[in-house]
């Protein structure tokens, strides 16, 4: 259950459409595979099997969890290196404790994000607190990672905290669908509304929850590509209400308007389907990655391993956030 709720008949709802709009017709429906991320925490990795062009400026996303740990379970990661692009980590339920080389940190719990700008390169660690390896507990988020353009890729790191009360809180149309804006704007009956998050690259970053039977439309610049994936439960997307369910990912062609819409029938814990709309321009530059350096060339990499064996990017803390084991 996200941790970011709201009374949708008190919100301000997105504008309907106008004569001429066009609906964003789905191109392809993927399904995630599952895996392991950092020390051992369970991941979707969203993006797979979908073509660079398809995502650009996005570059990869996991879903981490959902899932219930057993006390001593939880899993991070441990000090590591980026360059190039920005971080994005959302957390709908549970709690992270995020530390870096440039004096960025903080605890991400329950419907806030971190959005860490790696830029010139920074080391940093995202590990479960203490007190959540001690207890177990629900864990549920998602990392996204945004390319930054060729002209920011050395831009100074910077990191945003952003709370989950600091979401714009918007309603569809028919009252139905939640919609937490984190970054990027949305057109309403009063005018454009923008969410917290501070970006190099022209994203919108969306959480929304759609209650049974109810549907999702919204307006969606036409120069932004359009990925909608599903968190959790079941629906359909686009104008012929292609069938989408949790862990897949909609890939939606050219439009002025995207649709979502929740199955009437969920599972039992699954209240209501819950789906992240995401859209940026493309930037339409070469991309070289190889682990958590995303650059342009092969020769920028290079040099990224280069400066961060150099110790170029920072060092890590003296008083320095490590994983936590029972028993530590």
């Known amino acids: 259950m996200p941790a970011v709720t709201a009374d949708t008949l008190t919100l301000t709802r997105v504008a309907a459409p106008a004569p001429g709009d066009t609906e964003r017709p789905v191109r392809s429906i993927t399904t995630g595979p599952r895996g392991l991320e950092g020390e051992g ?66 605890l991400i719990a329950d419907g806030a994000t971190q959005w860490m700008t790696a830029g010139s390169g920074i080391l940093h660690i995202e590990t479960p607190p203490a007190e959540l390896v001690r207890s177990g507990g629900l864990f549920h988020g998602v990392q996204l990672w945004v390319n930054l353009p060729r002209k920011d890729k050395f831009a100074a790191p910077k990191y945003q905290a952003i709370e989950g009360g600091e979401v714009r809180l918007l309603s569809s149309s028919d009252g139905g669908a939640l919609i937490r804006v984190i970054a990027g704007e949305f057109a309403t009956a009063d005018g454009v509304q923008r969410g917290p998050g501070a970006t190099h690259t022209p994203i919108t970053l969306a959480h929304a929850t759609i209650e ?86 092969k020769s920028e990499v290079i040099e990224a391993f280069e400066d961060f064996q150099a110790g170029r990017f920072g060092a890590i803390p003296p008083d320095a956030l490590m994983p936590h084991r029972l028993g530590d």
């Open 41 to 106: 925490f369970p991941v979707v990795r969203a993006f797979a099997g979908v073509s660079a062009a398809d995502l650009d400026p996005f570059v990869h996303m996991d879903q981490m969890g959902e899932v219930e740990y057993q006390p001593g379970e939880p899993r991070g990661t441990d000090w590591h290196p980026h360059r190039g692009f920005e971080t994005v980590t959302y957390m709908i339920d549970g709690r992270f404790a995020h530390q870096d080389s440039h004096g960025g940190g903080g």
């Open 212 to 297: 049974p039977g109810a549907q999702l439309n919204t307006a969606w610049s036409r120069d932004f590509n359009a990925l909608v994936y599903v968190l959790s439960g079941r629906g359909s997307v686009g104008p012929v209400r292609h069938p989408i369910r949790q862990g897949q990912l909609a890939v939606l062609g050219p439009g002025d308007r995207l649709t979502v819409a929740a199955d009437a029938d969920q599972d039992g814990n699954r209240p209501a389907m819950e789906v992240l709309l995401l859209g940026g321009r493309p930037l339409r530059e070469p991309v070289f990655q190889y682990g958590p350096f995303v650059m342009n060339t």
